[in-house]
């Protein structure tokens, strides 16, 4: 079992940057390819990025270039940097581990979320 718990989210204003962090315990996150996903109000959870046990990335289209995932396997963290953020971006970000792929249900393991808004 791994516990995810997220944080970094805010209010911020368009072309802000903001870094979330996914802080993991109950197992050590090199053990799992990792992600972030989205979900706006009213809207389904949709894939944001996802990194590798090696480090290799994947990145939504709407956010390459914007933002960038990592992790710290030393310090059980994954984060998120987000730049040039825009009001699009609005929406609850949840920490996942223990799948591969661009759908909610290909992952086990979830985080609470961290809500990020952009103004206008």
């Known amino acids: 079992q791994v516990q995810l718990v997220e944080s970094g989210g805010g209010l911020v204003q368009a072309g802000g940057s903001l870094r979330l962090s996914c802080a993991a315990s109950?197992?050590?996150?090199?053990?799992?390819?990792m992600a972030w996903f989205r979900q706006a109000p009213g809207k389904e959870r949709k894939f944001v990025a996802a990194i590798t046990w090696g480090g290799g990335t994947n990145y939504a289209d709407s956010v390459k270039g914007r933002f960038t995932i990592s992790r710290d396997n030393g310090k059980n963290t994954l984060y998120l940097q987000m730049n040039s953020l825009k009001p699009g971006d609005t929406a609850v970000y949840y920490c996942?581990?223990?799948?591969?792929?661009?759908?909610?249900?290909?992952?086990?393991?979830w985080g609470q979320g961290t809500q990020v808004t952009v103004s206008s």
């Open positions: 109950g197992r050590t996150i090199s053990d799992y390819a």
């Open positions: 996942t581990a223990g799948g591969w792929g661009d759908s909610p249900a290909q992952y086990d393991y």
